[in-house]
């Protein structure tokens, strides 16, 4: 093996260990919410809920000024910064027993999966060919959800011990601080352009944004659709009281191994399915939910799961692919964080909806949530269409 594709492999994995971090940043503690809720009786229900949705909300702020930063940062220092960040910020969650204390280091981890997330898919397509990028996206989803498997059985096995204990799962990030401590080149991603008036830049934005609103637009249904699943899913089971308690983590962390399968076979669905695949997620999402609503009990519970996971794990690389490769090399510092921006807005909305929701239609419906998640799904299927259906790249 040439020493230019050890490189390479080694460039491959360190940039691909990120993704075992963003997405389910927030919720790596879910299985440990309601042992989190018994500490903090005095708080109120809407602050403890917040522990999930407050990161999603700092990543948010931070990808609106993610391009600066890379104006001014090499990829492997922000990839550092954003690692520290989010180590720490998340480990140091369980020292605290102030609920706003334990909010602020949920910020912080926020601020750095904001930094880590456009870099762990844009630096995907910043060093690797177009014909190459579609199945590392599908990797990178696999590791999305790999990750959420991990930190999903650790977080409830932990929280078996102490509350503290589940937060000890964010110390996962010292293995990509190795691999890109030792490995990631220390490259800028956008290049340096003369300097541009404010209203310039506004509407260099603005421009971005429109030309990329499809997908968007797209990635906010779909992790509205699918967030739904980890804020709602133990309550409702627990409500349910069919299933035991602790068989809840166990489906929860196989839900995350489906989507982990449904990134892997992301390219194959594509090739099988063609201009169809903008379909794929949207329908998965339509018949989990309808199963999880509908039938219930062990069955429904297990197949919704299934179908829910697998439009997760295939739904997210097919939108980063297609809207990345249209950006090419400058993915990272353009699309990218706006696709961020929004997957992360929808986790913070969520449950700020589904309260909402509750409010108005609650004790109505029965298990609400999933009600919620079925309309949801609809738009995104109806959305898809605007998806453009051009030749694959």
């Known amino acids: 093996m040439s020493e230019q594709s050890i490189h390479e492999k080694s460039l491959t994995v360190s940039i691909l260990s990120l993704?075992?971090?963003?997405?389910?940043?927030?919720?790596?503690?879910?299985?440990?919410l309601s042992v989190i809720q018994a500490h903090f009786t005095d708080s109120s229900q809407l602050f403890v809920q917040m522990i999930i949705s407050v990161p999603a909300l700092f990543i948010v702020l931070t990808?609106?000024?993610?391009?600066?930063?890379?104006?001014?940062?090499?990829?492997?220092?922000?990839?550092?910064?954003?690692?520290?960040?989010?180590?720490?910020?998340?480990?140091?969650?369980?020292?605290?027993?102030n609920i706003f204390l334990l909010l602020l280091m949920r910020a912080l981890v926020g601020m750095g999966v904001g930094i880590i997330m456009p870099l762990s898919t844009g630096l995907l397509s910043f060093y690797f060919r177009p014909e190459q990028q579609v199945s590392l996206m599908g990797y990178s989803s696999a590791m999305n959800q790999m990750g959420g498997v991990i930190a999903t059985l650790l977080s409830g096995l932990l929280a078996n011990f102490s509350w503290r204990a589940s937060f000890l799962v964010y110390l996962m990030g010292l293995i990509s601080i190795v691999l890109c401590l030792v490995y990631l080149p220390n490259d800028k991603i956008v290049q340096k352009s003369p300097a541009k008036t404010a209203g310039s830049a506004a509407a260099n934005h603005s421009g971005v944004f429109r030309a990329n609103s499809v997908y968007i637009l797209a990635i906010f249904l779909l992790m509205s659709a699918f967030f739904l699943y980890p804020?709602?899913?133990?309550?409702?089971?627990?409500?349910?009281?069919?299933?035991?308690?602790?068989?809840?983590?166990?489906?929860?962390?196989?839900?995350?191994?489906?989507?982990?399968?449904?990134?892997?076979l992301f390219v194959r669905a594509k090739v099988l399915l063609g201009t169809k695949t903008k379909f794929l997620a949207p329908l998965c999402f339509l018949i989990g939910y309808l199963l999880l609503a509908l039938l219930g009990g062990w069955a429904g519970?297990?197949?919704?799961?299934?179908?829910?996971?697998?439009?997760?794990?295939a739904g997210i690389p097919y939108i980063m692919s297609e809207a990345s490769i249209k950006a090419g090399t400058a993915a990272a510092a353009t699309v990218m964080p706006l696709l961020s921006a929004a997957l992360y807005l929808a986790q913070?909305?969520?449950p700020v909806l589904m309260s909402l929701i509750t409010a108005l239609f609650g004790g109505i419906f029965p298990h609400l949530p999933?009600?919620?998640a079925i309309m949801l799904s609809v738009l995104f299927l109806l959305w898809s269409v605007q998806i453009p259906t051009g030749k694959s790249k």
């Open 19 to 32: 993704s075992l971090l963003t997405v389910m940043a927030g919720a790596a503690v879910a299985p440990a």
């Open 63 to 97: 990808n609106f000024i993610f391009p600066k930063l890379c104006k001014f940062l090499g990829a492997k220092t922000l990839v550092l910064i954003g690692l520290l960040f989010y180590t720490v910020g998340g480990c140091a969650a369980g020292l605290f027993d």
């Open 231 to 264: 804020s709602n899913f133990a309550m409702e089971t627990a409500a349910e009281g069919i299933i035991p308690q602790h068989y809840i983590a166990v489906i929860m962390a196989g839900m995350d191994f489906v989507a982990f399968c449904g990134g892997l």
């Open 301 to 313: 519970t297990l197949l919704g799961s299934v179908f829910v996971g697998f439009a997760n794990g």
């Open 348 to 350: 913070f909305l969520s």
């Open 370 to 372: 999933y009600c919620f």
